[in-house]
């Protein structure tokens, strides 16, 4: 009996013990919860690592278009014994073999961040690009284009998984309040590699290291990163060791979920079914075409109608992508102003960014095509117009992938991304048939028209059919709710 009674006390003392620790870690979380966010917080360093993904992975296969200039012209090397390949006629398909291999990869790279997390295969793919990168001039000199075009395409393969893993990256990191503004400054990385490329590989390509420099410099680039990512990089709040509580609350419960660790399935029926995915490709799509159009044409149309030498054309070519770079800020928080203010709906402020990220660079581009030769100042004003305003569609179609469905982004973004980045392996191959003579301005009007076209059909079928709301397939069938718009 003694015993008994004296276990009952032991029980007694021991759940009131719990009970006190309990209250003690829910007063202690409650203070954590109370506490300010810190200004510069996890997500924010997150980012920052993501930006640097993008100026790194984006320089890599932007420098190229100024790169090979040096490379086919002995007249832009002052090293005599850095070797020149003027023989070589397939530029453009050289410079669209990094897409062979890019879109072949996307699709897996969207769907491998999904299920495990896209932090390793990152790191892995990079590092993987930094090498193949090294490899280019030896290459050059033992394998002729062929062998720069083998090399360049299994780069694209090796980057198929960044921006699909940008995307997943951002379905974690990224509050609904500030999701247009992260966004935009995560893929602003691409204008400001662009920017960064252009003008890097113009004076190290003039330089007496000459163009092979270019590539070492960009591989070495990659390297690093890579070791930040493995040192700083995390797949989420719920994995990151040191994020405050306040800061992990702040993320999760905005995005709906205590800890993304659940797999979902991928309903691959319903999203090849989905007229907001089909009109989501389309934009997607069209902006690829165009930027690419510009991205590889631009050094060679200053170069061959507007007479500037290689220096002045890196320069000179980078500054519609430093437009695009500051113009996406603004527009994002523009974009989330209006979106947080209920002035429009998600799906409406996505549809209006667009179209002007649309409609002004066709404008533009029109214009473009009725310069004359002489008109090189009206030339470079257009250009920045046509490459600047795309940066609306950052917080148009950019982010609509985690609109429409933020458990399934990373595999949307690599599944859509695999068939529109095709036009970056055909902008390039149109324009050198359409393009026979470089110094011919009636062609280049023809190629700027075709783009401004499309442009303006793009913007029609998003604005009809796409859509800012949470997919029904976004949850599993049986948790899945109506096609409710986001908060």
């Known amino acids: 009996m003694t015993k008994t009674l004296e276990d009952g006390r032991k029980d007694i003392l021991y759940t009131a013990v719990q009970q006190t620790q309990q209250e003690e870690q829910l007063k202690k979380l409650g203070e954590e919860l ?86 390793w295969f990152l790191v892995v793919s990079m590092g993987i690009g930094s090498i193949l990168g090294f490899l280019v001039p030896t290459v050059a000199a033992n394998f002729g284009s062929k062998g720069v075009m083998a090399i360049r395409a299994l780069q694209g393969l090796s980057q198929g998984f960044v921006f699909p893993s940008i995307h997943y990256l951002l379905s974690q990191w ?156 603004i527009f994002s928080t523009v974009s989330d102003a209006i979106i947080n203010k209920k002035i429009l709906s998600v799906g409406k402020a996505r549809k209006s960014f667009n179209a002007i990220g649309m409609i ?39 982010v609509n992938h985690i609109d429409l469905s933020p458990n399934h982004a990373g595999t949307l973004m690599g599944l859509l991304s695999t068939v529109a980045n095709s036009f970056a392996i055909v902008a390039p191959i149109m324009t050198q048939f359409i393009v026979t003579d470089q110094e011919n301005v009636t062609q280049w009007r023809t190629i700027f028209i075709v783009s401004a076209v499309g442009n303006i059909a793009v913007t029609l079928v998003f604005s009809v059919f796409g859509s800012g709301k949470i997919q029904p397939w976004n949850e599993e069938r049986e948790d899945s709710g109506s096609d409710k718009p986001r908060p």
């Open 34 to 119: 109370t506490r300010p966010l810190p200004i510069i917080g996890a997500r924010h360093i997150q980012a920052l690592i993501l930006l640097a993904l993008g100026v790194i992975a984006f320089g890599a296969r932007a420098f190229l278009s100024v790169a090979i200039v040096a490379m086919t012209d002995a007249k832009a090397n002052p090293n005599p014994d850095i070797p020149t390949y003027p023989e070589w006629t397939d530029k453009s398909v050289i410079l669209s073999a990094f897409f062979w291999g890019y879109i072949l990869s996307q699709a897996f790279g969207g769907w491998a961040a999904n299920q495990y997390g896209p932090k």
């Open 174 to 329: 990224a509050p609904l309040s500030e999701r247009s503004r992260m966004g935009a400054f995560i893929m602003a990385g691409a204008p400001l590699g662009t920017v960064i490329a252009l003008s890097v590989t113009g004076f190290l390509a003039a330089s007496p290291y000459g163009w092979p420099m270019v590539f070492y410099f960009y591989s070495a680039l990659g390297f690093v990163w890579c070791v930040i990512m493995a040192i700083f990089g995390h797949n989420s709040p719920a994995e990151h060791p040191s994020i405050s509580v306040a800061e992990k609350f702040f993320i999760e419960n905005s995005l709906g979920h205590a800890e993304h660790k659940k797999k979902h399935p991928t309903p691959w029926k319903e999203i090849i079914t989905s007229p907001p995915i089909w009109a989501l490709l389309i934009a997607q799509s069209g902006f690829s075409f165009v930027f690419y159009v510009l991205l590889t044409q631009i050094p060679s149309y200053l170069n061959h109608v507007m007479k500037f030498d290689i220096k002045n054309n890196s320069l000179i070519s980078s500054l519609p992508y430093l437009a695009l770079f500051v113009l996406s800020f």
């Open 360 to 398: 002004v660079p066709a404008v533009a581009l029109i214009a473009l095509g009725y310069t004359r030769q002489d008109q090189t100042t009206r030339a470079v004003i257009l250009m920045i117009l046509a490459v600047g305003f795309l940066s609306a569609g950052l917080s148009g179609w950019g």
